[in-house]
Structure formats: structure tokens, C-alpha cells
């Protein structure tokens, strides 16, 4: 028999269920996101549930922000609000040989994109909120110190015998405390900045996470941080520029420009 007549069968059932509000539609999407070709209906049920079941803490999905949202209903209710999403066409069912997995519709990535660019605006504004203008600062001068330096390095080998080059690139070595100077910034880099500024530990983790994600979910968390106007953002966005790919580089750099004349730099 071929792999088909073998497929596990997923039979919709949202009986009862004619409509169901933004907020709820918004959770189910988002709690399907770390089972995106990974897990089905039944596994989404349980994150939405705040299942404490082996599998689900085994993945760390009550780390979801969408676990527990249906605590109050029981399963077949839930599963019923999940299949009306399906049967809506925001979620859809693809195979893995035998298996049914969760994918997102072109509808649902949409909302999904939206949903979590919001997420990450919130947890990099309340990491922000919790270090002060002067350390900010530092970090900033830090980042430009290594602009120099990557600058003149390149100037002086253009022309070694040029002294004043030289000498600028020394003085902005001690400057930087030895962090990594050249045109990919790597693991080293990373922890050399990690020490240097603890207090942005969380925010670098943060963006170092966000390397492998979707491009359109990271240009649209970028367009948003531009829309904030805070300018506060623009020595997270210039770490973000040393660390990931260059098409996002690019649109980084364009941020910290448009935040600069907003802030009248």
C-alpha cells in the first residue's frame, strides 16, 4: 500500500463553534508556532489546555505564550476552537509520511507575524526600561569605537606607512578593550560585549536568537521599532548589525539612520 492509505486521518469537528474573536483567533496561531512541521492538532490542544503532561514540558511549550490561555475549558472544547481555525483556512494539515502536522496558511503567517514582531517590540522595550540613559550611552560610543577602528584598520593596511593611522588604531584597540576588529563578528565578539556590558546580556541574547528567523517577521519587527521613534534603540540596533546576515545589516543600518534624524543627530 502507498504512503497515503497509511496517512493517520484528521476528521474537523467545529460543531458549534460559528465565530471566534481576534484575541482568540491570535492564540491559537501563536501557540502553534513551535509546532509549525513539528506537532498537530492534539499537542496544540494541550499547549492552549496548560497541559502538564511529559511531552509538553520535555519541549518547553508551557514556555508558549499562548499555554494555559483555555485552562478553564475542557479539551473537546478547545479542539473544537482549533479545528473552526483550521477549517477558516488560518492553520492548515500537511504529512510527514503517516503523521498530520500544523502548518501556517499564507493568512495565518500573516496574523502570526504581526502577533509575535509585537511580542518582541514588548520584550525589548521592557529590557530598555530597565537600564538607564548613561549605560546606553557607553554602549553606543562602544559600537562606534569599533566602526573606527574597523576603518582605520582597513586605512593603515591600505597604507602602512601612514603613522597617523596607526596610531589611531592603536589608541582605539585599548578603547574597545580588545573586542574583535574585522568584518564578521563572531562568537568572540559576542562574549567579549557580553562581559563588557552585563546589563544588555538579555538584549544581546535576544537578538542573537532572532538570526534564524523568518526575513519578513524580522523586517517588520525593525519597520516597527522605526515607528516607535525611541531612540533608545539605536545601540541595540548597531549590535544587531555586527551579528546578523548582511540583507538584514542593511535594513539595520537604515533604522539607526531614520532614529538618528528623528532623535536630530
Known amino acids: 500500500m502507498g504512503g497515503k492509505d497509511n496517512r493517520v486521518p484528521v476528521n ?85 509520511w503517516r503523521m498530520p502536522l500544523l502548518v501556517y496558511s499564507e493568512t495565518g503567517w500573516e496574523i502570526e507575524r504581526d502577533t509575535y514582531s509585537d511580542e518582541l517590540l514588548q520584550q525589548l522595550r521592557n529590557m530598555l526600561d530597565m537600564i538607564d540613559g548613561h549605560e546606553l550611552e557607553k554602549l553606543n560610543t562602544y559600537l562606534d569605537a569599533l566602526d573606527i577602528s574597523q576603518r582605520t584598520n582597513r586605512a593603515y593596511s591600505e597604507d602602512p606607512k601612514n603613522e597617523a593611522s596607526e596610531k589611531d588604531a592603536r589608541k582605539i584597540i585599548v578603547e574597545t578593550s580588545g573586542a574583535v576588529r574585522k568584518k564578521e563578528y563572531g562568537q568572540e565578539f559576542k562574549d567579549t560585549i557580553s562581559k563588557e556590558f552585563t546589563l544588555f546580556r538579555e538584549i544581546f541574547s535576544l537578538i542573537n536568537s532572532l538570526k534564524d528567523r523568518d526575513r519578513t517577521l524580522i523586517f517588520l519587527l525593525i519597520d516597527k521599532i522605526i515607528q516607535t521613534d525611541d531612540t533608545r534603540f539605536i545601540p541595540v540596533l548597531k549590535y544587531w548589525q555586527k551579528v546578523d546576515f548582511k540583507k538584514v545589516q542593511a535594513r539595520l543600518k537604515n533604522a539607526v539612520t531614520s532614529l538618528k534624524v528623528k532623535e536630530g543627530v
Open 12 to 96: 474537523l469537528n467545529w460543531q458549534g463553534v460559528n465565530n471566534l474573536p481576534d484575541n482568540e483567533i491570535r492564540t491559537i496561531i501563536r501557540g502553534a508556532d513551535e509546532l509549525i512541521h513539528a506537532g498537530g492538532r492534539n499537542l496544540l490542544c494541550s499547549i492552549l489546555k496548560g497541559s502538564k503532561e511529559k511531552k509538553v514540558l520535555e519541549l518547553g511549550l508551557d514556555k508558549s505564550p499562548a499555554y494555559g490561555f483555555y485552562s478553564h475549558l475542557p479539551r473537546p472544547d478547545i479542539m473544537r476552537k482549533i479545528d473552526w481555525v483550521i477549517h477558516r483556512g488560518y492553520l492548515e494539515i500537511t504529512y510527514d
